[in-house]
């Protein structure tokens, strides 16, 4: 990477490509990680690898219901601590929100590697490490199912990126508000969600952390509200497939 000219089409793709690989060599993620980033990028290519108005829809509905949320946490996988580390600390720290780390594959060694990412990039609180106290999730089993007592376990407003299916309907079954973001707009993570923001995330935390700002202007609640109430997310995510078959018209002729 360090012959890559700045000019090079996929300049931002390969830095983060690079990013994911020294990450894995580094023990923070699971070699399964590199193969959803990958999934990922795939998407994103499709998607134009810019951020469309159905994901900007959504950035606006999750905006408005993590500052309505009375325990709003940021579920932290390996992948979204390598790619959004700074992003997710700045955000939970204007709303504010509780940082938890929940891993698919959950390792000790893992766990405190994630932690460590976090805290260089400034979390100071930081739940789910190792040795933390947790409680079951109904309907998961075995490592996944963990859920801090005073994060996940007890939120009404979960923003889980990146996020496995099994966990993210898990989570909506316990009558929690879901927001996720995931470039594939068909996984079950993205169909199961309440809110899906179909973008990449290095691009999705900064708008939301924007989109935040402009909202705390909001005079009343009942703007909020209203926009979490307008939203319809099946139908936000018919609109990011109709993107995608519209680029597929396009190369196709």
Avoid: W
């Avoid at 000019?7 to 193969?35: F, V």
């Avoid at 980033?37 to 606006?60: C, M, P, Q, S, W």
């Avoid at 079951?136 to 007890?154: D, F, I, N, T």
Wanted: with cysteine.
């Amino acid at each position: 990477m360090h012959d890559m000219p700045p000019n090079h089409p996929r300049y931002q793709s390969l830095l983060l490509r690079d990013k994911m690989a020294n990450a894995y060599k580094e023990g923070i993620l699971a070699d399964t990680a590199l193969i959803a980033h990958g999934r990922g990028e795939a998407f994103d290519y499709i998607l134009g690898e810019k951020t469309n108005v159905a994901a900007l829809n959504a950035i606006k509905a999750a905006s408005a219901a993590l500052l309505l949320a009375k325990n709003p946490v940021l579920s932290i996988n390996g992948n979204t601590s390598v790619l959004a580390a700074e992003d997710i600390v700045k955000l939970a720290q204007i709303l504010p929100a509780k940082v938890e780390i929940n891993l698919f594959y959950r390792t000790p060694q893992r766990v405190m590697k994630v932690e460590e990412v976090l805290r260089k990039a400034g979390a100071t609180e930081i739940l789910g490490k190792e040795g933390d106290d947790y409680l079951p999730l109904e309907g998961l089993e075995g490592p996944r199912s963990r859920a801090h007592p005073e994060g996940v376990y007890k939120a009404d407003v979960v923003l889980v990126p990146l996020e496995d299916g099994d966990r993210a309907e898990a989570l909506v079954a316990l009558g929690k508000t879901v927001i996720t973001i995931d470039l594939n707009p068909l996984s079950r993570t993205a169909q199961t969600s309440s809110i899906t923001i179909v973008d990449n995330i290095v691009r999705a935390i900064p708008l939301i952390i924007e989109e935040i700002n402009k909202l705390k202007g909001c005079p009343v609640v009942d703007e909020l509200e209203s926009i979490v109430r307008e939203f319809d997310n099946k139908r936000n995510i018919a609109s990011s497939l109709q993107l995608i078959v519209q680029y597929l018209e396009r190369e196709g002729k």
